[in-house]
């Protein structure tokens, strides 16, 4: 069980994070007020009532909440089939845990996701999202890359 500390940590570093800069988000910035970062970045304190992009708001507060302890539980049982040497696509799992953890907490909580992050152009802008929502796209991307790199692992069979 030694093997799984880093990645333990790493779930308990993101959520911690990502709640205390909600927390800061919450206590310091006014809601739905844009303040510009960058000419393509703000902060934009908003709330989502359902999964990203506000999908499946009808499911309310205890059905979105059970789906994410089932997408959780999906992805510890994936982490857990996953050898000790795949290191990339266990630190994925563990940022996707952290970041869905992240946000149901929220959930619990509020009733709601807070969502502060905004990217966008004077034509153009992205949906709103958090720190979590970034660890979740983050974690998905490095288990995808970790799978691409055993894909092209794998020895090659030649047909003849």
């Known amino acids: 069980m030694k093997s799984w500390s880093p990645y333990a940590l790493l779930v308990v570093v993101a ?3 990502d709640q205390w800069i909600k927390h800061l988000v919450k206590s310091g910035l006014t809601f739905q007020e844009k303040v510009d970062l960058l000419p393509f970045l703000a902060l934009f304190r908003t709330y989502n009532t359902g999964i990203a992009f506000s999908m499946f ?82 974690g998905a991307a490095l288990v995808l890359f970790d799978e691409l790199i055993g894909w092209r692992r794998q020895p090659k069979t030649s047909q003849d």
């Open 15 to 17: 959520i911690a994070l």
């Open 57 to 138: 708001q009808s499911f309310g507060d205890t059905g979105l909440v059970v789906i994410a302890v089932l997408v959780v539980a999906f992805v510890l049982y994936l982490a857990t089939r996953t050898p000790a040497g795949h290191a990339v696509a266990r630190t994925g799992f563990a940022l996707i845990i952290g970041g869905a953890v992240g946000n149901v907490i929220d959930r619990v909580a509020y009733g709601h996701v807070i969502d502060y992050i905004l990217f966008h152009t004077p034509v153009w802008s992205f949906a709103v999202f958090n720190l979590a929502d970034a660890f979740i796209s983050v």
